[in-house]
């Protein structure tokens, strides 16, 4: 079983950054994908970047493509999301999920909030 703990979110003004990481620990080799996600109050869970333990892949929703890069450190089993020129409607609680695919994310994190103020 993997277990994630996600970190590094917090407060910040509008157009500031926050990188949030996110340690992998357990049986990591059964993992292929890790992917980032956030839920507003009351709005469904979004996805927003993926990237993959093997050869380099990433992919990131249209929302934040250009302002979020989501990285890895292999020697760590940590995932990062350097997140830039954040906005007020970026607020939401923030998980990230592993998974064997990149469709299919069966271990979850506790999540970390990010509040971005205006």
């Known amino acids: 079983q993997v277990q994630l703990v996600e970190s590094g979110g917090g407060l910040v003004q509008t157009g500031g950054s926050l990188r949030l990481s996110c340690a992998a620990s357990?049986?990591?080799?059964?993992?292929?994908?890790m992917g980032w996600f956030r839920q507003a109050p009351g709005k469904e869970r979004e996805f927003l970047a993926r990237?993959?333990?093997?050869?380099?892949?990433?992919y990131y929703s249209d929302s934040v493509k250009g302002r979020f890069t989501i990285s890895r450190d292999n020697a760590k089993n940590t995932v990062y999301l350097q997140m830039n020129s954040l906005k007020p409607e970026d607020t939401a609680v923030y998980y990230c999920?592993?998974?064997?695919?990149?469709?299919?994310?069966?271990?979850w994190g506790q999540g970390t909030q990010v509040t971005v103020s205006s």
């Open positions: 990237i993959t333990w093997g050869a380099p892949s990433t």
């Open positions: 999920a592993s998974g064997p695919t990149v469709y299919n994310y069966n271990i």
């Open positions: 357990g049986r990591t080799f059964s993992s292929y994908a």
